[in-house]
């Protein structure tokens, strides 16, 4: 069965510091693969999505990039965080069906 | 932009039947209509999906009107565990969810 993993579920990070998170997916290949922001009390934000190796589209722009090294590997970037980066951050998955997403990342910049 | 229209809350009492509409005016020929849920401090769950006719699941059901112009999801029983906030999104082929605001289901034990 497909899974999808996204870590680390929790991160403080200071203002002005990198970020790195990464989203796995196992048990399908060339899934069509997003990352989603939601702020407090807001809803979701599509922030990038990939429909392949190296393939990435962004929907807002912003000081967060994506990259997708691996079929199965999405991963969300930051060289220098802001204050209003803090959100819930989701990896979701798609092939020829329903989206599943992950548990999330809730991030608290600082 | 999300193209469909949600009223804000909704409230059921525990083991009564739930119908939460969806207004879509504008669907194409092509868009199914999903309807996901997120439960607090979780990512979103999908819950139906269908494109004219009505479809049943374990979860729910989904009562698509004729002109496509509207759906209904219904939860047959709502439970404490059914208080989320449901989304009814229009996806065609492989075009990216796009979120609107949802319905922020409230269940009175």
């Known amino acids: 069965s ?16 990198p970020l790195s998170l990464e989203c796995t997916v196992e048990g399908t290949s060339n899934p069509n693969l997003y990352w989603y922001r939601q702020a407090a009390g807001r ?24 990259s997708r090294p691996q079929d ?29 997403f992950g548990q999330g990342t809730r991030l608290t910049v600082v | 932009d999300a193209k469909t229209t949600q009223p804000n809350s909704m409230e059921s009492n525990e083991e009564e039947p739930v119908h939460l509409p ?29 494109l004219t006719s009505n479809v049943n699941n374990r979860m729910a059901s989904l009562a698509i009107a004729e002109d496509r112009k509207s759906s209904t999801l219904i939860l047959h029983r709502a439970t404490l565990r059914d208080a989320a906030v449901y989304y009814c999104i229009l996806s065609s082929g492989n075009t990216p969810l796009v ?5 922020r289901l409230s269940v009175i034990a």
Do not use: M
Not at chain 1, 48 to 62: A, D, K, L, N, T
């Open chain 1, 2 to 17: 497909q899974t999808i993993h996204q870590w680390p579920a929790t991160l403080v990070q200071p203002v002005g510091s």
């Open chain 1, 43 to 66: 809803g979701l934000q599509l922030l990038f999505y990939s429909v392949g190796i190296g393939q990435i589209s962004s929907e807002v722009p912003q000081n967060l990039s994506a």
């Open chain 1, 72 to 100: 199965r590997q999405f991963i969300l970037s930051s060289k220098k965080l802001l204050l209003s980066d803090s959100g819930f951050y989701l990896c979701a998955w798609v092939w020829a069906g329903p989206a599943f």
């Open chain 2, 22 to 50: 969806c207004n879509h005016s504008t669907i194409s020929g092509t868009d199914y209509i999903h309807w996901y849920r997120q439960l607090p401090s979780q990512g979103p769950e999908y819950v139906i999906h269908g």
């Open chain 2, 99 to 103: 979120f609107g605001k949802g319905t």
